[in-house]
């Protein structure tokens, strides 16, 4: 069977080249770059380059830290209760606000600190899914916020925040911003030369390198208490041995994925495009978010009388991979947290699916897609009980 | 944990056989329609449950033979993942030749178990069962409009989660049929509670008639008082023996839990009579073998062979050594 995968905000396939260029840290290169023997030297000298492909991705100065952790999840947790350890504990300031859009690993753990006496404020989208400055104006209290985190691009919608005005702003007025960039990195430019963020978390895996490796960008002169204690590993910011091949990988991955971005922008995009017009050619059928303001590779779509769950496993039968924030998928069993947010009727965030391309993904499965979409949507909304009842409504309401 | 719920992403893997080719082809789906109930002679019946809001909705056509109540033909149309489209294809099924009456006892489980491939296996992992408890729900609003009654007259119809529609009656029930102990269970069972989570305990987005904790809590004490009463049971029937009868029972009780334990240290007893004083059976008992003389068969042994004939036969029983 034909296999196409379009969830490639959950992660991405190994580019062959970064593949090749992880392998000889196996057998041949295993030494531990912390070792001072010639077995650590000469690991050494490819984690400098995976460190320089690195910073170069996301321009960073070399006064900068980029700390390898084991995934942005790890680099978000670090950051949260690195706020705990130092303002809340310390009885400075005991303020987090989070965006109401965060991905599990900072609203999670947002909730977990909240436990622990932290106080977390959850900033509200606009009507376009998007946090804009006005609204974190009402929120940000310099003498209480410790810490703004907010997401550069969503992973349901794409929607890119204004991550520039938003970072400026929270400088402005004293206090630390973070942003989880994992959807961004490699489908809009991510520098921080120019965006003054303290922080900024990314994941290897959804940039074509390894699952199981991430990193947490933190500005020269801005402290953080470590999440994992241990050995001297990233001076002593995150000890733990140094998985050499993913950070080689890593730095690859980076560096293609920054050479790619004008391919992402504009043929990813094309397809993107060519897919989104025959879901919206199809009656009764949205997609969320202004197509401006999205990263170029993604689209939530929702199509009226299709359960989200029924037409992702639909689509597998066919071999395409999507996902849904549709709750039947869950175990939480909670409607699409970004559709509430965004304050969709209530009755269509159960028929979400979300499409996210890569730049590997090709015409011919595009075509591919369509073709067998509209066929699953057809089949599955002559099933649905309420799609004739709204079918039904219209039909009176012209007669 | 066990190892999948570590690995995790397994929800699909866990559909039965039976639950994917219905998903793929049902074969009840459809409408049922007034000239089919002409056809048939019988009169056509269309109910609803669930909202789309709550990421599922059914919706149940029956044609009803007036005189027989007997249910000619069943048809659905649903909103809802691929488990709530197989399960409302068994449901239509299982509906088809019984009268409204017995189509009103169907439940969550007997659709469930109809899609199973093997009997020990469940055909859904748990949080998918709600799917088929709405089944059930559609079944009593079907036989309600039948009927033309309200579908409280059927079923209690006090709504414990207003998210999900869930009624008291059905978490009653399905808490006593599938013994269940937490609220997580309920919630993965009718989907009660999973939304704005009002209804588990007092304190949530809005003030409700009926907290999940409450309804548990006392649906165990119930079940306990029941499995009490069965077991007092045992014991009136001991009371109302005869000697010769108690005298049976207690033999067999003697062998079955007392003698193997003192067998083990070459060891035995007698039953030498049966007296019954105001409303207590005294039971004479005597030692053999190796407990006669032994330090503790007047405390400890004594003490370990009243608490199993209590145990077993009655609380008004006591035991003494001659």
């Known amino acids: ?399 | 944990m066990p190892k999948n719920k570590l690995i995790g992403g397994a929800l699909w893997e866990l559909y039965s056989q039976k639950v994917n080719e219905r998903m793929r082809n049902p074969n009840n789906m459809g409408e049922l329609t007034e000239e089919d109930a002409k056809r048939l002679g019988g009169k056509l019946v269309i109910a609803d449950y669930g909202a789309e809001s709550c990421g599922d909705a059914v919706r149940l056509y029956w044609i009803v033979e007036p005189k027989t109540d007997k249910i000619l033909a069943a048809k659905f149309k649903s909103f809802g993942c691929g488990t709530a489209i197989a399960s409302s294809d068994v449901m239509a099924e299982l509906c088809v030749g019984k009268t409204v009456d017995d189509a009103v006892k169907i439940t969550n489980i007997d659709v469930e178990k109809a899609l199973r491939d093997d009997p020990n296996t469940p055909a859904v992992p748990p949080q998918k069962m709600h799917c088929s408890v709405m089944a059930y729900d559609v079944i009593k609003q079907a036989a309600a409009i039948y009927k033309g009654i309200d579908m409280t007259e059927i079923g209690d119809q006090d709504i414990v989660c207003e998210c999900a529609h869930v009624s008291l009656g059905t978490i009653k029930e399905v808490i006593k049929l599938n013994d269940l102990h937490t609220i997580e269970e309920i919630t993965e069972y009718t989907k009660a509670g999973a939304f704005c989570k009002s209804c588990i305990r007092p304190g949530g987005h809005e003030k409700r008639k009926y907290y999940l904790e409450d309804i548990l809590k006392e649906v165990r004490e119930e079940m306990e008082q029941e499995k009490k009463a069965s077991q007092s049971g045992a014991y009136s029937e001991f009371e109302k023996m005869t000697i010769v009868g108690k005298m049976k029972i207690i033999e067999k009780v003697l062998d079955k839990n007392v003698r193997p334990t003192l067998k083990k240290d070459d060891g035995d007893i007698v039953l030498t009579d049966l007296k019954t004083e105001n409303d207590k059976t005294i039971i004479v008992l005597s030692y053999a073998g190796a407990c006669i003389g032994c330090a503790s068969a007047k405390t400890m042994t004594l003490g370990f062979i009243e608490e199993i004939l209590k145990n077993e036969l009655s609380s008004k029983i006591e035991v003494v050594i001659k």
């Open chain 1, 1 to 399: 069977m034909k296999k196409v995968y379009l969830d490639n905000n959950a992660t991405t396939m190994v580019d062959p080249k970064v593949l090749e260029a992880m392998k000889p840290f196996f057998v041949e290169k295993y030494g531990n770059p912390n070792s001072l023997h010639s077995f650590g030297a000469e690991t050494r000298e490819y984690m400098k380059i995976a460190f320089d492909r690195l910073y170069q991705g996301i321009n960073a100065s070399d006064e900068d830290d980029i700390i390898i952790t084991s995934c942005a999840t790890e680099s978000n947790n670090t950051i949260l209760k690195s706020i705990y350890f130092n303002s809340v504990l310390n009885n400075d300031k005991n303020e987090i606000i989070i965006s109401a859009v965060e991905h599990p690993s900072i609203k999670n753990t947002a909730n977990f600190l909240e436990k622990l006496g932290c106080n977390i404020k959850i900033l509200p989208v606009n009507k376009d899914g998007i946090i804009n400055v006005n609204t974190l104006e009402q929120y940000l209290d310099p003498d209480k916020t410790a810490l703004v985190s907010i997401m550069w691009a969503n992973n349901e919608t794409g929607l890119i925040n204004p991550i520039k005005e938003l970072a400026e702003f929270t400088k402005s007025k004293g206090v630390l911003f973070h942003t989880d960039a994992v959807q961004a990195i490699g489908k809009t430019i991510v520098d921080v030369s120019e965006t003054p963020v303290d922080f900024l978390s990314f994941s290897a895996h959804k940039f074509h390198g390894p699952k199981g490796v991430g990193g947490l960008y933190v500005r020269s002169g801005v402290q953080f208490i470590p999440l994992m204690h241990g050995g001297e590993q990233m001076g002593g910011l995150r000890a733990g041995t140094v998985n050499v091949a993913y950070v080689v990988g890593m730095g690859l991955a980076m560096e293609l994925a920054t050479e790619r971005l004008k391919y992402e922008e504009k043929e990813v995009r094309r397809k993107r495009d060519m897919l989104e017009e025959a879901i919206l050619s199809i009656p009764d059928t949205f997609v969320v978010g202004k197509r401006e303001l999205r990263t170029p590779n993604t689209i939530l779509a929702g199509f009226r009388g299709v359960e989200g769950e029924a037409l992702i496993w639909e689509l597998n039968q066919y071999g395409i991979a999507t996902s849904t924030g549709s709750a039947c998928a869950s175990e939480s069993l909670e409607a699409n947290p970004v559709f509430v947010a965004m304050g969709i009727d209530k009755e269509l965030s159960h028929t979400s699916v979300r499409f996210s391309l890569s730049v590997f993904t090709t015409d011919e499965e595009i075509e591919y897609t369509i073709d067998k979409l509209k066929k699953s949507v057809e089949r599955l909304r002559n099933i649905s009980s309420s799609y004739t009842k709204t079918s039904y409504t219209k039909g009176g309401e012209n007669a």
